[in-house]
């Protein structure tokens, strides 16, 4: 039957079922209200003039209550356009808000700032957390990113045939592809720290996990994507895997960051790369079921330069290609040119 | 007289018959109606009115619960029974229901409703059967999930409130069916235990056990609010696919 791998993407890849899973809330209940907050962000909101000041959180109240005494209702359109342009989201405000989007209140004094708060909001106080930041939305059940959006405007639902959907086994392609619509000049997925000293924000591999997953759910039809999924009989969690609907195959997928972070001045380089080569060994080795992993390299590194491989490392038999190493710029394409071409000047000069 | 009297009988059992039918029906219809309200839906369409008991009746087979079926036929704007337009009239006599806005165009009629204090009235007594609660808990279920995809982006903007949800009801796999072959006013077969609706809705209810190995499956296990929850979805998905 033609629906069953379609039906089976869509059930494995909704977070919303996945987060009610976790809660016990009313799959029904948060459906209604994720529905119509991604209605809401994709009206005429002038992005343009507000930019990255739109940051708020949001804290779902569960249970089918309407409130009579509400500030307002986020659902209606020229109520949150006003807003806007009043700068009610200007810092990052907290909402606390039910499914029929009323507005009970807000809290002016707790800005939530970044995502790590509306992290901590979602641990502390309620289950769920919406955080809206410009055009993306996290969804933060007890501490954990359930799901994540990098652009709400350029996303479909999971399971939607898409004009530019690959098969899973074309995941090297979408990895490519993701890197250079959204992580490439940081379009969609923000990574550096310090730009000008290239120091990378802590943690950037969990940074470059969630955009990608987030990809991949999108752009693979016949396959399901997945994050820190565990390694058959092992505690091991991969980054990010996807199970080929069509034949069940693993893709796994290792993602390594390479370069200084804000926490770590030592500069992650040759060693940490054929860490990550020896830990994608390992899983390829343990995992029972049929599978093909590849190492993905994130360099953040001050020169672009090849990996040192250690030869002692046996390549796995299901090892996919080379790894796929990709040089962060922290220079914009003009500073780039004109760098090239001051350099190339002074070369003729000598 | 005898002879009368004798022949009197069976027509009077089949009147009796059609109208304990027609009551039933009627019943169905104001439940619909008394759910709309406690999700403070302001009115209801004659479209409206007509998708959401289609749903709530090609997927009751789900609950197990026997509803008084109406005939549906494909028609141009979807599956459509012409004994609810009587049924709403009777209804608006009754005082059950009220009309909001009526209006005409190109001879055309397009009218809104919504239940009125003695239609709840009723309403509130009618579960106290519990037959009748069954059925207003499911058409309640089923109001909600259409409640929460009516404003998904990406459908109708040619409609409003409710009847947006056209676009879901021409993916439903029975409609959508006819609709493919081109059966214009053939009748939709919803009593039929295995049309293309219930094959679905079956793989629905199984499809934790289809999840491919290293899930674990316990986890995935769906209730029928969440079985419903994913065949909408579906049906969004399906929609949105058609771009």
């Given at each position: 039957?033609?629906y069953?791998?379609?039906v ?7 977070q919303?079922?996945?987060a ?7 799959t029904?209940?948060?459906m209604?209200f994720?529905?119509s907050l991604?209605s809401?962000?994709r ?5 343009g003039?507000?930019g ?5 959180a949001?804290i779902?109240i569960?249970?089918?209550e309407?409130w ?10 020229n109520a949150?356009?006003s ?10 405000n907290v ?7 009323d507005?009970?209140?807000q809290?002016?004094q707790?800005?939530v ?9 979602s ?5 769920i957390v919406?955080?809206v930041?410009?055009r993306?939305i996290?969804l933060i059940?007890?501490?954990?990113s359930?799901?994540?959006?990098h652009?709400?405007?350029?996303s479909n639902?999971?399971g939607?045939?898409?004009p530019?959907s690959?098969?899973a086994?074309?995941y090297r392609?979408?990895?490519q592809r ?5 992580v490439?000049?940081?379009?969609g997925v923000k990574?550096?720290?310090n730009?000008?000293?290239?120091i ?9 996990h969630g955009?990608?997953?987030?990809y991949?759910v ?11 999924a565990?390694?058959s009989?092992t ?7 996807i ?9 796994i997928?290792e993602?390594?960051?390479l370069?200084k972070?804000?926490?770590?001045s ?7 790369a ?6 994608l ?5 343990d ?6 992993g590849t190492?993905?390299l994130y360099?953040g590194?001050q020169?672009?330069?090849d990996?040192?491989?250690?030869t002692e ?6 090892y996919d290609?080379?790894p796929?190493?990709f ?7 003009s500073?780039?040119a ?5 350099n190339?000047?002074k070369k003729s000069r000598? | 007289?005898?002879n009368?009297?004798?022949s009197?009988r069976?027509s009077?059992r089949?009147q ?5 039918e027609?009551?039933?029906r009627s ?10 309200d406690?999700?403070?839906?302001p ?18 087979p ?10 549906f036929?494909?028609?141009y704007?979807g ?9 709403l009239d009777n209804l ?12 005409t ?13 003695p ?6 007594h009618l ?6 609660k069954?059925?207003?808990d499911?058409?309640?279920t089923?109001t ?7 404003d998904?982006?990406g459908?109708?903007?040619?409609y409003?409130g ?6 879901l009801v ?7 069916d006819?609709?493919k072959?081109?059966a214009?006013r ?8 295995n049309?293309?609706?219930m094959n ?7 499809v934790?056990q289809?999840?491919p190995p290293g899930?674990?499956?316990d986890?995935?296990?769906l209730?029928?609010?969440?079985i419903?929850?994913?065949?909408f979805e579906y ?7 058609e771009g």
């Amino acid at each position: 039957m033609e629906y069953e791998n379609r039906v089976l993407k869509i059930f494995a890849s909704n977070q919303v079922f996945e987060a009610c899973r976790e809660t016990g809330i009313e799959t029904i209940e948060l459906m209604k209200f994720y529905n119509s907050l991604d209605s809401l962000l994709r009206k005429n909101i002038p992005y343009g003039e507000i930019g990255e000041l739109f940051v708020f959180a949001l804290i779902f109240i569960p249970g089918w209550e309407k409130w009579n005494k509400k500030d307002f209702n986020l659902f209606e359109e020229n109520a949150f356009v006003s807003r806007i342009k009043g700068g009610l989201f200007d810092k990052g405000n907290v909402l606390f808000v039910n499914c029929f989007g009323d507005v009970l209140k807000q809290e002016k004094q707790q800005f939530v700032r970044d995502y790590v708060e509306a992290q901590e909001l979602s641990n502390d106080k309620y289950a769920i957390v919406f955080y809206v930041e410009y055009r993306a939305i996290h969804l933060i059940v007890k501490g954990k990113s359930r799901f994540y959006i990098h652009d709400v405007l350029q996303s479909n639902r999971p399971g939607a045939r898409r004009p530019r959907s690959l098969p899973a086994r074309e995941y090297r392609q979408l990895i490519q592809r993701q890197y250079d619509e959204e992580v490439y000049g940081e379009k969609g997925v923000k990574y550096w720290e310090n730009k000008k000293s290239r120091i990378l924000k802590d943690d950037p591999e969990i940074i470059f996990h969630g955009p990608l997953w987030s990809y991949l759910v999108q752009y693979t039809p016949d396959g399901i994507p997945d994050r820190e999924a565990t390694i058959s009989g092992t505690a091991n969690r991969t980054d990010v895997r996807i199970v080929d609907l069509t034949n069940w195959t693993l893709y796994i997928i290792e993602i390594k960051c390479l370069g200084k972070t804000k926490s770590d001045s030592v500069e992650r380089s040759d060693e940490w790369a054929n860490d990550g080569l020896q830990q994608l060994n390992e899983y390829l080795h343990d995992e029972e079921r049929s599978t093909v992993g590849t190492l993905l390299l994130y360099d953040g590194r001050q020169e672009n330069k090849d990996i040192n491989w250690c030869t002692e490392i046996p390549c796995h038999p299901n090892y996919d290609k080379s790894p796929m190493r990709f040089y962060l710029e922290s220079e914009s394409a003009s500073a780039k040119a004109k760098r090239i071409v001051r350099n190339l000047k002074k070369k003729s000069r000598e | 007289m005898p002879n009368s009297t004798k022949s009197s009988r069976p027509s009077d059992r089949a009147q009796s018959r059609r109208d304990n039918e027609y009551f039933k029906r009627s019943n169905e219809i104001l439940y619909l109606f008394y759910s709309a309200d406690e999700l403070n839906w302001p009115y209801i369409s004659k479209i409206g009115v007509q998708k959401c008991l289609y749903l709530s009746e090609i997927l009751s087979p789900l609950k197990e619960i026997i509803l008084a079926f109406l005939n549906f036929i494909y028609l141009y704007k979807g599956p459509y029974s012409k004994d609810i337009q009587n049924i709403l009239d009777n209804l608006v006599a009754l005082n059950a229901i009220e009309v909001v806005s009526f209006t005409t165009t190109d001879g055309n009629s397009y009218a809104d409703y919504r239940i009125t204090e003695p239609g709840k009235y009723l309403v509130q007594h009618l579960v106290s059967y519990l037959v009748e609660k069954e059925k207003l808990d499911w058409i309640r279920t089923v109001t909600k999930v259409i409640d929460a995809y009516k404003d998904s982006y990406g459908l109708s903007t040619q409609y409003e409130g409710v009847d947006k949800i056209i676009d879901l009801v021409y993916q439903e796999p029975s409609f959508k069916d006819l609709k493919k072959r081109g059966a214009k006013r053939e009748a939709i077969p919803i009593e039929d235990r295995n049309n293309l609706t219930m094959n679905l809705v079956n793989f629905l209810k199984k499809v934790d056990q289809r999840l491919p190995p290293g899930y674990e499956k316990d986890r995935y296990k769906l209730d029928l609010e969440t079985i419903l929850l994913l065949f909408f979805e579906y049906l969004y998905v399906e929609h949105l696919s058609e771009g």
